[in-house]
């Protein structure tokens, strides 16, 4: 086996002596911000109690409204002369979350995304085409450094415009990319519908996050593009990508524990889930210096994969997202994800990449359409050709979801595309 790092090889109890030791070291640091300070001491949660990795349940939470709330310095625990970038999270209302980084923090960051895309077999003689937005988001600057800092040459095409993205591919001969996975069906479809065959592009390897999507989407990526897709996972609040990544097994994704340590918690009650059991992520910094974040929930939905994994790697695994609490849908009384949706429409060859679940209310009742967008090929079918879909639709997503919702069906690229990440519920009941 092949690492990229000397802490990849580590055996748990090295893990885990490293995370009580860092985490002492944190918690330190973290103290030297007057927000953490006060909050610390108020809960006993002082370097002399948290001794070691039992002690991390004395630290009280930290959650994104605590971060808004001290936007934009109240977290620094060095002087603003030590900061040398600052990113935002991508939440759209409100007043954002921002995290700025010391020039150390940004080196321990570039090594994580380096050797997370390292063990998805990237290497320094890939053509490297980043295809996430630059700026303030995460994705791009964070990937950027990860893959250069491996030696690969990087393209830093940034989000969007298909034919460029295409024409860089094709004179740099790009072998990986990194891209949303609502964007990749939407590249690929693109291309197809030009009479391209991405197929034949010497890509070899995609990176794909930065928002939720099934195994059935991987799978249609995978088959589109003809290559191998691993799942990336992290938040601004983290650094960003590379806290979290798959490995070519392909079966969930590994935490950097050296980096992070990971729990899982019941949402409402605040207690550890048994191992294997779907909870909210809860994360805290290791490596961070300039702004340390201790035990920050992420409100993403996860469980830990029990088990070896058999790349020899020791550091635990996560199952890929199943959504953020936030997102989870209660029509008439029952918790729905739009995961379960796009899990049942995915596996229609009929339909294309993009779908739209809005909710509504009439008078008392609520309602859930899913607007689903079809194939070229498929919409020119016989009324009663589609009329049957339609309704096959609607029978699997009621088994699946336990309501029934309204299908319809819509012609290919009529519902909105988002150059970021992919708005896929719109819930008009409030309005
Ligand atoms: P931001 O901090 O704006 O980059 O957004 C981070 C959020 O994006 C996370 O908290 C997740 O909700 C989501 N996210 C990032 N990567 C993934 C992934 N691989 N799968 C599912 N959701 C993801
Ligand atoms: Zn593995």
């Given at each position: 086996?092949?690492?990229f790092d ?7 109890a ?13 918690v ?12 610390l ?15 991390l ?12 709330n ?5 977290l620094?625990?060095v ?11 991508s ?21 994580l ?18 295809m ?7 994705g791009g600057l964070g990937?950027?450094?990860g ?50 065959d991405p ?21 249609r ?11 990336s996972?992290?938040l601004?609040?983290m ?39 779907i ?11 300039g ?5 920050y ?27 953020r ?21 995915m ?11 809005t909710?509504e ?13 079809i ?10 050709v ?32 988002t150059?970021?990440k ?6 008009r009941?409030?309005?």
């Amino acid at each position: 086996m092949d690492f990229f790092d000397k802490a990849e090889t580590w055996d748990r109890a090295t893990i885990e002596a490293t995370q009580a030791v860092r985490l002492r070291a944190t918690v330190e640091q973290a103290m030297k911000s007057p927000f953490y300070a006060e909050r610390l001491a108020q809960a006993g949660a002082t370097p002399d109690a948290v001794r070691d990795l039992a002690d991390l349940t004395r630290i009280p939470f930290t959650t994104k409204d605590d971060l808004r709330n001290q936007y934009p310095y109240g977290l620094a625990c060095v002087p603003r002369s030590e900061f040398v970038r600052m990113h935002c999270s991508s939440g759209t209302t409100g007043t954002p979350v921002a995290i700025c980084h010391t020039q150390l923090d940004l080196n321990s960051w570039a090594d994580l995304m380096a050797r997370s895309l390292y063990m998805a077999g990237v290497r320094k003689e890939d053509v490297f085409q980043n295809m996430s937005g630059y700026g303030l988001f995460t994705g791009g600057l964070g990937i950027h450094f990860g893959a250069e800092r491996l030696g690969c040459m990087t393209v830093p095409a940034g989000a969007g415009n298909s034919r460029r993205q295409l024409k860089l591919m094709r004179d740099f001969q790009t072998t990986v990319v990194h891209i949303l996975p609502s964007y990749a069906l939407h590249l690929g479809a693109t291309l197809q519908k030009e009479g391209e065959d991405p197929r034949k592009l010497p890509l070899r390897i995609g990176c794909v996050g930065a928002e939720p999507y099934t195994e059935e989407t991987r799978h249609r990526i995978e088959a589109m593009f003809d290559i191998k897709v691993y799942n990336s996972y992290g938040l601004s609040e983290m650094n960003g990508p590379g806290v979290a990544f798959e490995c070519q097994a392909q079966h969930g994704l590994h935490v950097w524990e050296d980096a992070y340590v990971p729990e899982i918690i019941n949402p409402e009650t605040g207690a550890p889930v048994p191992d294997g059991e779907i909870g909210e992520l809860v994360l805290t910094t290791l490596c961070r210096h300039g702004m340390p974040v201790l035990r920050y929930r992420t409100r993403d939905l996860t469980r830990f994969i029990p088990g070896d994994c058999p790349c020899g790697r020791k550091h635990r695994r996560i199952d890929r997202i199943l959504g953020r609490s936030d997102d989870m849908i209660i029509l008439k009384g029952v918790n729905i994800y739009p995961m379960q949706v796009e899990r049942v429409l995915m596996s229609y060859p009929e339909v294309g990449q993009n779908y739209l679940i809005t909710l509504e209310r009439e008078g008392l009742k609520d309602s859930m359409k899913v607007q689903v967008e079809i194939r070229e090929e498929h919409f020119v079918e016989d009324v009663r050709v589609l009329r049957a879909l339609q309704e096959n639709i609607a029978r699997r997503l009621r088994d699946e979801i336990l309501v029934t919702p309204k299908v319809e069906l819509v012609q290919h690229n009529t519902l909105p595309q988002t150059e970021g990440k992919a708005q896929r519920v719109h819930d008009r009941r409030g309005q």
